[in-house]
């Protein structure tokens, strides 16, 4: 672990390790209030109870992959707060191209190989433990080592690891420092409003781009269109089959194939 966070210049400098969590992110948010410092790290060898969006579980199996979340204080002044998920994104898939991964970001919080299955999930829980101080939880689950064969049923055909993108085992801690060294550098660029460098690395990774898409909504319905990139508050653009434009808040992505 102190490997992971010796190329970093302040992210990750105070963590915890843990064998077995529920959760890093229920960790976290006990450490923050009890005073964690901005850019404290909490990773876990594995979870029993790992929590994906929208009350998802997220497959965490002991030894194999990496969960972690790290504490982020909000600056007064930041970019839309729907873009934040988005800019670990970029981070994340950044840090895994550096071996030799072909990995993309996709709307909204995944990273994913050329073929569209997920290697990593992104969750970020904000909350204000006191007045005008947010901070930001920002869990990353990352398929590191298991074998494809080794998902349970429901993941076997949608989800895949770096093992099975790089047709090699990777040392977690080296993948952890390279994801660590990106998140804090995009952090800085996001804090400082510095948004064009990041929207011109989310276009260069967006897997999405001009594919035909249904988006299952949060209410239940769908909207189909072509994917044309993200807003400035982190919307998904689709143009729609009349041709009208359409930004949506939140939404599960599915890619249309041939003839569905
Ligand atoms: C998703 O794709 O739905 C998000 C998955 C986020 C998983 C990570 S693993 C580390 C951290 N702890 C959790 O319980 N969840 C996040």
């Not at 804090?191 to 239940?220: H, M, T």
Request: charged fraction near 25%.
């Amino acid at each position: 672990m102190v490997s992971a966070v010796r190329k970093t210049k302040w992210l990750g400098k105070s963590w915890m390790f843990f064998d077995v969590v529920e959760s890093t992110q229920d960790v976290m948010r006990k450490w923050v209030l009890s005073g964690a410092l901005h850019g404290a790290i909490v990773v876990a060898d594995m979870q029993t109870c790992g929590r994906g969006r929208v009350g998802r579980s997220w497959f965490s199996p002991l030894g194999k992959n990496l969960y972690f979340t790290v504490a982020l204080q909000l600056p007064h002044s930041h970019p839309p707060s729907g873009t934040l998920s988005l800019l670990v994104g970029v981070a994340v898939a950044e840090a895994l191209q550096k071996f030799e991964a072909k990995v993309y970001v996709k709307w909204s919080n995944d990273v994913v190989s050329e073929s569209g299955r997920k290697l990593a999930g992104i969750l970020v829980e904000s909350f204000e433990p006191e007045p005008k101080k947010v901070w930001s939880l920002v869990g990353v689950g990352i398929n590191v080592n298991i074998n494809e064969d080794e998902f349970p049923d429901e993941l076997r055909t949608t989800a895949t690891s770096l093992k099975a993108v790089c047709g090699r085992e990777l040392d977690r801690f080296e993948v952890l420092a390279e994801v660590l060294c990106s998140l804090e550098f995009w952090w800085e660029k996001w804090a400082s409003n510095e948004f064009d460098l990041f929207r011109q690395a989310y276009e260069r990774l967006d897997w999405l781009k001009g594919k035909q898409v249904i988006v299952f909504l949060p209410d239940g319905t769908t909207v189909e269109g072509t994917a044309m990139g993200i807003t400035d508050e982190g919307e998904l653009m689709l143009t729609l089959p009349d041709g009208t434009r359409q930004r949506l808040v939140a939404g599960d992505v599915t890619v249309r194939t041939a003839g569905a």
